[in-house]
């Protein structure tokens, strides 16, 4: 295994979780930042106000994006599987 196969190999990894939590982390964002604009105007300074909000915003982008995160780890999956039999010759 050469040293070019493990660093594309690393960054096709890294390239891969990034895409799969961007989502979820996407959603958790935009909540988080609706409620502290939300508690900027109120004048509402309760921490722990933005927590239940994110969980469910997480929960929902999970529901919406399951099919998709899957199918693209499905894929990178078989990548790595056909890249293994691939080394093996």
Not at 7 to 32: D, K, W, Y
Request: proline content about 4%; overall charge positive; glycine content about 2%.
């Amino acid at each position: 295994m050469t040293p070019e196969l493990v660093v594309q190999l690393a960054r096709r990894s890294f390239e891969v979780t990034l895409m799969l939590a961007a989502p979820l982390l996407i959603a958790s964002l935009i909540i988080g930042l609706l409620i502290s604009i939300f508690q900027a105007v109120t004048s509402i300074n309760e921490a722990t106000l933005a927590f239940a909000p994110k969980i469910v915003a997480v929960m929902v982008a999970m529901i919406i994006f399951f099919p998709w995160m899957m199918s693209y780890m499905s894929d990178f999956t078989r990548e790595i599987y056909s890249f293994i039999a691939t080394m093996r010759r």
